[in-house]
C-alpha cells in the first residue's frame, strides 16, 4: 500500500497551516468573551504586603480585580509536582507551596499576584498597569550553585538550604573504588545552560463557566488535555472531571513546555466562575521569557575512569539542577529517573554513581524541555569520552568502540534494561557518510583560509516511549503512562482513530492514518485522526517524550486487533467461509485462495445494518484498547560535528553535521526527517546560541528576542542523515521514536568539533563568539609566555 | 499599546503644525518606534507620519552630493543605482540591516534620529562626514550625535535628508549580535576629503564614536596591516552578556581590517 508504513507521503495537516487555516486557542472567540492580563511581579523576592485594586477597578470595561487571597479563599488548591522523589536518607521532598497567584510572597519575577478581566486584551493591560502592589523586597538567588552556599537567601521555608532532595543512584563506593583502581581518570565540570522553549505560538487559554450546568470548557494549548483535566481537578479543585471539558485544538509546538498546567489556565477557568464571562488570555513573548517552565539548568562535576586499555572502569556524578521557585508538575523526575538512569550512555560500565542535590532558586520554575534530562546526560557522558580520548591520545571513535554495548538486552547499573541497538553500526554509518577520511584535508584547506576546522563525536542513547506504568509508578510517579486508543469504522468504511496522543507539530494526522492505512488498505484520506478533546477521546496521557508512536500507536494497533478480528469473523459469516481463510488486502476482505471477496466498506455496512451478522455478535465496528509499554525504548545514534572557528572573532560555523540514527520502524521518512532537523537545531541552538540569563539579583536579562538568541536558518547546515534500523522487540510496530534524538545528541558533538578545533577542553555551553575566543586566548596563552 | 492618533501629512509645513505639541512623533518606518509603544515604553498622543511628504524619500545625486531622503528606505539605499555607483559601502550597510522586512519599512532618517548605539547606519554618516539636513538647518555628522539615543535634533525637528560627498574608498564590516543580529561592532573607514575617518558603533557607551588611533594609522596607510599596531582600550566600551568590553575592543579592530580590505 503506497500510503502505508514507510511511504514519504506528505502531511495531510499541512494545507490547512499553511494556508493560514489552523484553528489555535487564540483563533477561539466565545460570545461575551473578556479577557485576562496579568499583574506580575518585578521583583525576584519580595513579600506581597497589600494590592490596592481600586484605581484599575475605576476603569472604563474593567470586569473585575481578582487576587490570590480570594483565589486561595475560594479553594483552589496550589499546583503540585506529580512525582515523589526521597532523599538518599529516605525523606521526601521538600515541596513548598505553589498558589496560582500569589498570596502572600512572590518568588520570581513574573509570578502573578493579581488578575485583570476587562472587555479587551487593551483594556486588561492598561488596567493591570494601574494595580498598585506594595512590595516588600527580599534578597533574592537565581544561580543553583549560590542558592546552596551558607547564608543564601530561602526561597522556600520548608526547604532549609533551598534544598528539595539530595538523592543518589548506583553504588557510590564501588563507583569510587573503580576509580582509584583506573590507569586514567578524566574529570570534567560543566554546565547545562538554562534554555527557554520557545514554541511559535505562545500558551493560551479561553475557559468558559456555564452557570446552567455547572460545567467548565477549557480551550488551551496543552500538550495533554486530558492529564490537564485529571489536575485540574483532582489537585486544584477546579471542577470535578465529568464537568470540565479540555480541548487542545491545534497547537503550534511544546517541546515540553505545554505539558505543564500553569498559574494563567487555572486563573482563567476560576475567573470564568467567579465574572461569568468567557476569559481569554494569551502570552505575549515577553511573558513566554518569564513565565513558561524553562529546561536544563544543571551544573555538574564527574569523573570517569578508564583501565590501560581504554575500558571504563567508573562513572562518578555530582550534579545540582536549578528547579527554580516552584516545583513543576514533572520537574522532580527530570534530574532523577530521565537523566541519572541514562548515564550510562551506549557504554558497558559497571561501576555507577550519580548524586543530583535540586535547589530552589527565584527563577521560573524548570521542568522538562525536549529530551528532559536526557540531554543532560548525554553531554556529559559524550564530552566525557571525548575528553578522555585527547587526554589518552587515542582515536575517539575507537575509544567509543571499545566500550560499546554489544549484546542485548543490556541491564545497565542505573535501573535501565537497553532491549536492541547496533551502537557500531551507527557509528560506522556516521563516519562514512561524513567522510572521515577526507577532514585531515578538510582541516588543512580551512587552515589556508586561516579558519580552525574541527571534528567532534557524539554517540547518544536516549529513553522514549515513555512508560511502564508500573515501573515508573514504583519509582514515585503519580501517573501511569499508558495510551489509548479508539478504532471507528463507519458503515461507509471511512475510519476514525480517536487517539489520547496529541499533536503539536509531530504529523499525527499523517502517521497514525499511515498505519491504518498499512493493516487495513484504505488510503489515507478515508482515515482521521480525533484528538485533543476529552468530550471525544476517551483517555489520554497526551504526547510528550517521544511516546507517540512507541505507546500511541501501539494502542491503536491493539484496537485494530479487536476491529480486524470483528471484520474476519463477519465477512466469514457472510462469504460463508472459515474466518481462518479471511485475508484483509488492497482495501478488499477476501476468502484466500478464491474469488469471493467483499469491499472493505461493504464489511462495515455490513456490521451496522446489522441485518446478517453472526449469532450473538453486536452491531458497529469500533474498538478501543488501552496500551501499557512494558519497557521503555531505546532511540540511539552517532552524530558528527563539523565545525569552523574564526579565530579572529571567535565565531563558529558548522559546515557538516551527519545525523546516523536507529530509530527502530519509520513510519514516514519525512516527518522522521523533519524531526531530527528540528531536534539537531534546537541542540545546535543549546551549543552555541540559547542561553537564559538571570542576574545575581533574579532579573531576567534575556526576556526578548534581541538578547535571546535563536538558531536561524543561517546558523545551521544541511544535513546528512542516515538511518540505521534494529527494530524495537518490545511494541507491535517495533517502533523507538525520534522526536528528541537530535536535541541530545547534537550539543556535544557541537562541543567537541569546537574544543578540538580550538584545542582546549576548557569550555561551556552555549559556545558564544566571545567565549570561544576568550577559551582560545586562555589555551594560547601559555605558549605565549614559553 | 494606548491609544494613539495618525496623520498623515501632505506637507512638511503641515506636518511641522502637527508637531507643535509636546506628545506628537514623528512615524517613519515604525520599526523602532512602534514596538517599543506595545512595550508601553513610548506613549506619544498622536504619530505623524512623515512618509509621504513629496521629497522625503528617494536618492539623488545634487552638485556632486548625494542626497538620501530622510524616508527612504534601507531596502531602497541597499539597491539605488546612484548608492551603488557613488558609496557602494553603505549600500552594502544597508543591505546588512535587521531582515527583509525590517529593511523594506525601516528609513535612514528613522535610524539616525533614534540613534540607537547599536544601529549601523550612525557610524556611516560619522565616517562620511555627512551631512544632516533637517526642516530648519543642516547639521554636521560630527556636531549631530550627542550620545546613546541622544542627537542634535530638538523637539519637532524632522530630518529631510542626508547628505554625502562620495569619499575615495569606504568599508563596513560589521560583527551581528548572535540573537538581535544589530552591530555588536561596525566599524565604517571612509578616505573623505577631510582625510581618513574612522566611526565605531554597537560597542561605545555613549553610543557611535570616532577612533582617533586607527584614523591616524590609516591616514599614514590606509590597508588593513596598518591596524595590526593600533591599540584599541576596552575603556568606555559596553560589557553585556554577550561580549565584555574587552572582547569588544579586540572585534573592533579585526572589524577595521575587514573594513578596510572591503572598502571600495
Ligand atoms: C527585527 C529588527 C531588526 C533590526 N535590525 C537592525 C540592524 O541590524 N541594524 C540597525 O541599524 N537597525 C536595525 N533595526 C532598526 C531599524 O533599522 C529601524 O528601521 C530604525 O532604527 C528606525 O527607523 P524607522 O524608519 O523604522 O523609524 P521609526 O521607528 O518610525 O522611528 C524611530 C524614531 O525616529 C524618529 N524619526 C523617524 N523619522 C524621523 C525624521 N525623519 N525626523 C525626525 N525624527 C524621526 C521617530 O519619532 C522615532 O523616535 C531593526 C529593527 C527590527 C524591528
Redesign the pocket.
Known sequence: MSDGIGARVKRKEDKRFITGKGKYTDDIRMENQAYAAFVRSPHAHAKVKGIDASAAEAMEGVVAVLTGAQLTGDGIGNLICGWAINSKDGSPMNMGPWSALATDRVRYVGDAVAVVIADSQKLARNAAEAVVVDYEELPAVAHADRALAKGAPQVHDNAPGNLIYDWGIGDDAATQAALKGSAHVTELHVTNNRLSPNPMEPRSAVATYDEAEDHYTLYTTSQNPHVARLVLSAFYNVAPEHKLRVIAPDVGGGFGSKIYIYPEEITCLWASMKTKRSVKWTSDRTEAFMTDAHGRDHITTAKMGFDKDGKITGFHVDTVANFGAYMSLFSSAVPTYLYATLLSGQYDIHNIYCNVRAVYTNTVPVDAYRGAGRPEACYLIERMMETAAREMGMDPAELRRRNFIQSFPHQTPVIMNYDSGDFPGNLDKALKAADIAGFPARKAEAAKRGKLRGIGYSCYIEACGIAPSAAVGSLGAGVGLWESAEVRVNPVGTIEILTGSHSHGQGHETTFAQIVSDRFGVPIDNVSIVHGDTDKVQMGMGTYGSRSGAVGMSAIVKAMDKVEAKVKKIAAHVLEASEDDIVIEGGEVKVAGTDRKMAWHEVGLAAYTAHNLPAGMEPGLKEGAFYDPVNFTFPAGAYIAEVEVDPDTGVTKIVQFTAADDFGTIINPNIVEGQVHGGVAQGIGQAILEQVVYDEGGQLLTGSYMDYAMPRADDVPFYTIEHNTTVCPNNPLGIKGCGEAGAIGAPPAVINAITDAIGTNDLQMPATPARVWAALNAARAPMAAE | MYDVSYHRPASLADAKAMLASDDA???????????TMKQHL?APSDLVD?RRIPG?SGVKVEGGKLVIG??TT?AEVAGNADVLKHVPSLACLAA????P??RH???I???I??N?P????PSAILALNATVV?DRREIAADDYFQGMFTTA?EPG????AVKITPPKSGGYAKF?NPA????MVGVYVAQTGAGVRVAVTGAGQDGVFRHDGLEAALSARFAPEAVDGVSVSADGLLSDIHGDAAYRAHLVKVMAKRAVAAAA
Do not use: F
Open positions: 512623533k514623528v512615524l517613519a518606518g515604525g520599526q523602532t518606534l512602534l514596538p513610548a512623515v522625503m530622510a524616508a534601507h546588512g540591516i535587521g531582515d522586512a525590517v519599512m525601516g528609513t532618517g528613522g535610524s534620529a533614534n540607537d547599536a544601529a549601523d547606519y533637517t535634533l525637528e524632522i530630518i529631510t551581528p538581535s543580529r544589530y552591530a
